[in-house]
């Protein structure tokens, strides 16, 4: 058989950073925008009947989730396009309006949390725990996030925690400075209260 | 005398199969493979290959799993690297056609990813797998060089933690004597 000069160590030069440069760019780009990344979550005490609760508040108070001994953080940007978005579902939904200063059947707890990943929890006793802690199913929120927990005003333990109802958390519209970062919100909290149809009141 | 070794290089597509097909179902587009073979026999080749198939898949929609529900898109990856061992018979002679069939017996690296709005979650993993093989060797003219395509069957085998990932490949690149 005919001697050729092999190529071969050639080739495996060409190939190893051929390789390394592939082993950085194995995931495809499906271009998506930010509008892509928004996603809602909602979870619900199954064991709770949510019809036998009628009126609401809001707390005015937000919790900074990454500064949660802090009761009086600052309030995240569009803060009240997202109570405006809150307040008018919570109508649509036959809750009536807000009764702030007093207190409804249930409380609306608002937080947020700007570039933090953390966890929420199962249905317990209402807390913002922070670093956070592992109680059965768990979710990550990272990013931009806004969180709304409904919690049972006549129900409090110890600790002054109200028992949690419903929860849903928004993420990733913080992050946003497009110019339909107002809508996003709107259709965002839209979205939370259409995959609840269990507070309904209508 | 034993034939020349050969170098190979591949452009590969893939279907995926089973609990992969159910993760990832879009045909694959986006791998390669290369590998090296000395004949051992005139017939007989034993060699090393290396390869990557990417898998992926876009979804937007909403999801309810008990007391949870979820909107948002959601997009899934896997990257397969089948490192194996190989040991091939084939037809024919160097300079004419040939068809070749055989076995690679080695590991898969399995990376494996999902995203979820902002949240991305990973779990990378070892597998011993199988990658039997069949395909074709048809010489370019005079030249060292020969047009190979083939089909092969990657099964990594299921762990403790993890489920089996399985694809058919069809592969199309070259060989070359060295």
Known sequence: MRKRKTILPIMIAVMIPAVLFIFNSCYKDYGLTTADYDAVITVYDEEKDLQDYTTYNIDPNWTDLNDPDNDNPPKPTNWSTFESAIKNEMTNYGWGDDLYPATGDVTLKLAYSETAYFYSYCYSYWGWYYPPYWCGTSYAYSGGTVIIQMGDANDVDDDGNLHALWHAGINGILNDTTINLIQRINDAVAQAYVQSPYLDRN | ?178
């Open chain 2, 1 to 178: 005398m034993a034939y020349d070794p050969l170098t190979t290089f591949t452009y590969n597509m893939a279907q995926p199969l089973g609990e992969l097909k159910d993760f990832t179902p879009d045909f694959s587009w986006r791998g390669w493979s290369f590998g090296y073979r000395s004949f051992i026999r005139d017939h007989l080749s034993l060699g090393v290959s290396f390869s990557w198939q990417g898998f992926s898949q876009m979804e937007s929609g909403t999801y309810t799993e008990g007391s949870v529900t979820a909107t948002g898109t959601q997009v899934r990856y896997v990257n397969a690297y089948p490192i194996m061992a190989t040991g091939y018979a084939y037809t024919g002679e160097p300079g004419g056609f040939r068809l070749y069939g055989g076995l690679g017996v080695g590991t898969f690296y399995i990376q494996e990813r999902f995203d979820f709005g902002l949240n991305i979650f990973y779990d990378n993993h070892w597998h011993f797998g199988l990658v039997p093989e069949a395909g074709l060797l048809l010489p370019l003219g005079g030249s060292p060089w020969n047009l190979l395509g083939n089909v092969t069957y990657n099964y990594a085998f299921g762990t403790k933690n993890n489920n089996s990932i399985s694809y058919v490949g069809f592969n199309v690149g070259f060989a070359l004597e060295n």
